[in-house]
């Protein structure tokens, strides 16, 4: 308990002092509408939050998506021979439901970037080091065995 009390109120004093607010345009209509450009990283959370009990209470597993990878690669001939780290994610439904996880989230990102007309309108870090960036975070969660958030 005292866990989730630091989770919950740490979130809420660092919004106090450095509200997000001031980083992105936010119009009071568009709040929590699909079309809004951010959502509050507060109400975006508990919505994550959320969609992890089904998960735990179904299947005693929660969501993530880097195993996803290693699935996707233990299907190649090669790897799985070579690699025996891979053997246990060639085949079972255990797998293979964060790939579709992994594929939603995917599609749910572009589809909002698209609504809110954000779609190729941010600018950002330069593509090459951002996949540089997202690999070696990736590689850093499998050596955790966790999820790269």
Known sequence: IPLAAAMGIIPLVIDYFLPWTTEVSVSPSSVGSLEAQSWSPIFAGLLIGLTQLA???????????????????????????????????????GNWWQVAYWTGATIGAALSAYLSGRWGAVAGADPWLSFLGGAAMLFGARMASGCTS
Do not use: H
């Open 55 to 93: 998960p735990i209470l179904s299947a005693s597993d929660s969501l993530g998506g880097s195993s996803s990878y290693c699935t996707l690669l233990a299907q190649t001939p090669k790897v799985k021979r070579t690699l025996p780290y891979f053997s246990k994610f060639s085949n079972g439904i």
